[in-house]
């Protein structure tokens, strides 16, 4: 039986927990996207949506709690302005949580999460006219010695 046993514990004491939850989120409001394993991913989900909820309240309470999780000042300010106004109308699940294989080194299971709305945006590949249009300087030859 599980019964009282909520939450993720990471491997790590509660003060190394928090910093690695803290920094994850700061992280991903900064971002908007970050992959990290699956289950810190959903250790640090409702602690996300938490500090957009805040946001959207826009208080000066509010705004020196988000500040006190937060590690950085422009993670707070792209919270108040930018994140929470695009979630002003939606009443929860600001974030998403997408499987994204194991890693390589040890097998963990990945995850991707993300803002809802920043969905990738494919990068526009340079044509290969414009590449052979500008070669590279040639690089002097230099005497070995």
């Known amino acids: 039986m599980r019964h009282l046993n909520a939450g993720f514990k990471l491997g790590r004491k509660p003060a190394h927990r928090r910093a690695t939850l803290r920094n ?7 971002r908007e996207r970050i992959t990290t394993t699956l289950t810190r991913a959903k250790a640090a989900r409702p602690l996300a949506e938490h500090m957009i ?3 959207k309240r826009d ?7 988000a500040a006190a999780f937060l590690m950085t000042a ?3 300010q792209k919270l108040f302005n930018d994140v929470a106004p695009r979630f002003a109308e939606r009443a929860g699940g600001y974030t998403r949580i997408v499987q994204a294989g194991r890693r390589i080194g040890d ?10 709305g920043s969905e990738l945006k494919k990068k526009e590949k340079k044509d290969k006219a414009a590449r052979k249009e500008a070669p590279a300087e040639p690089e002097e030859k230099k005497a070995g010695g």
């Open 59 to 65: 208080t000066l309470h509010s705004r020196r709690q």
């Open 24 to 30: 994850l989120v700061t992280n991903l409001i900064e």
């Open 107 to 116: 097998g963990a299971r990945l995850a991707i999460l993300e803002l809802i």
């Open 74 to 76: 422009l993670a707070t």
């Open 53 to 55: 909820t805040l946001g």
